[in-house]
C-alpha cells in the first residue's frame, strides 16, 4: 500500500523557521514528482510546493517562494519542506501528496498523507 | 490571482443526485481534478482527468466537463459521501496550480 507520513508540524512564533518531513513506502518514490499542500482553518486547499523526480527542479506558488524550500531525498524516500519566516497566515495543516505529473509538472495528486498541523503565532 | 469557484454549500437528502460546479477559464484547456476531504482524514482523489473514476471509488461519482465549468456528480449519495469536495487544476497558461474554494456536500 502506498503510504505517506508527515512530521515536524508544531507551533512556531512569527519569524521562525519548521522543516516538515515526510516519509513515504509502497512506491517507487523517484519515480514520482512530489507535492506539499495546506488548509488553512476554514479556507480551501492551497498548493505549496513540488519537485520534480531527482530534486533538480521546485516550484512555488508565489505565497511562499522565497521563505520556503522543497527537497527530496530518494535515497531515504522522503520529502522535505523547510519553511522560514513564517506568517500568521502560514498556519495550516500541510500535506505531502504524490504527485501524478507531466514533464512540467502539471497533473494531480493521487495519494496524500494525513497532514501535520502547523500554528503560526505572534 | 486565477481562481476557480466553486458554491460553499450543497445539501441533497439520501438517494438524491448532488452536484457539484467549478468554474474558471483554465478548464476550458486543461484537466480537472476533484478531493473529498473528510474532517481530520487525508484527502481523497474521486475523479481525474475530468471524468476518470479511480478503481476504489463507487461508481455513483461521475463527472463532466463543458467549456470552463466542471460538474462532480453523486447520483444517489449516502450519508457517507458527507464531506468537502474540492477541484483541482490549472490557469488558462498553465502556471499556477489552483484549488477551487470547496463546497461542503452535506446529505441528510
Known amino acids: 500500500d502506498v503510504k505517506l507520513v508527515e512530521s515536524g508540524g508544531g507551533l512556531v512564533q512569527t519569524g521562525g523557521s519548521l522543516r516538515l518531513s515526510c516519509t513515504t513506502s509502497?512506491?517507487?518514490?523517484?519515480?514520482?514528482?512530489m507535492s506539499w499542500v495546506r488548509q488553512a482553518p476554514g479556507r480551501g486547499m492551497e498548493w505549496v510546493a513540488n519537485?520534480?523526480?531527482?530534486?533538480?527542479?521546485?516550484f512555488y506558488a508565489a505565497s511562499v517562494r522565497g521563505r520556503f524550500s522543497i527537497s527530496r531525498d530518494n535515497a531515504k524516500n522522503s520529502l522535505h519542506l523547510q519553511m522560514n519566516n513564517l506568517r500568521v497566515e502560514d498556519t495550516a495543516v500541510y500535506f505531502c501528496?504524490?504527485?501524478?505529473?507531466?514533464?512540467?509538472?502539471?497533473?494531480?495528486?493521487?495519494?496524500w498523507g494525513q497532514g501535520v498541523l502547523v500554528t503560526v503565532y505572534s | 490571482s486565477y481562481e476557480m469557484t466553486q458554491p460553499p454549500s450543497v445539501s441533497v437528502s439520501p438517494g438524491q443526485t448532488a452536484t457539484i460546479s467549478c468554474v474558471g477559464d483554465?478548464?476550458?484547456?486543461?484537466?480537472v481534478h476533484w478531493y473529498q476531504r473528510k474532517s481530520g482524514r487525508a484527502p481523497v482523489l474521486v475523479m481525474f482527468e475530468d471524468t476518470k473514476r479511480p478503481a476504489e471509488i463507487p461508481e455513483r461519482f461521475s463527472g463532466s466537463k463543458s467549456g470552463t465549468m466542471a460538474t462532480l456528480i453523486i447520483s444517489g449519495a449516502q450519508v457517507d459521501d458527507e464531506a468537502e469536495y474540492h477541484c483541482y487544476s490549472t490557469d488558462i497558461n498553465g502556471l499556477y496550480k489552483v484549488f477551487g474554494g470547496g463546497t461542503k456536500l452535506t446529505v441528510l
Open positions: 501528496a504524490r504527485d501524478v505529473a507531466d514533464p512540467r509538472g502539471r497533473g494531480y495528486f493521487d495519494h
Open positions: 519537485n520534480n523526480l531527482d530534486g533538480s527542479g521546485e
Open positions: 483554465g478548464l476550458a484547456r486543461w484537466f
Open positions: 509502497g512506491f517507487s518514490f523517484p519515480s514520482y514528482w
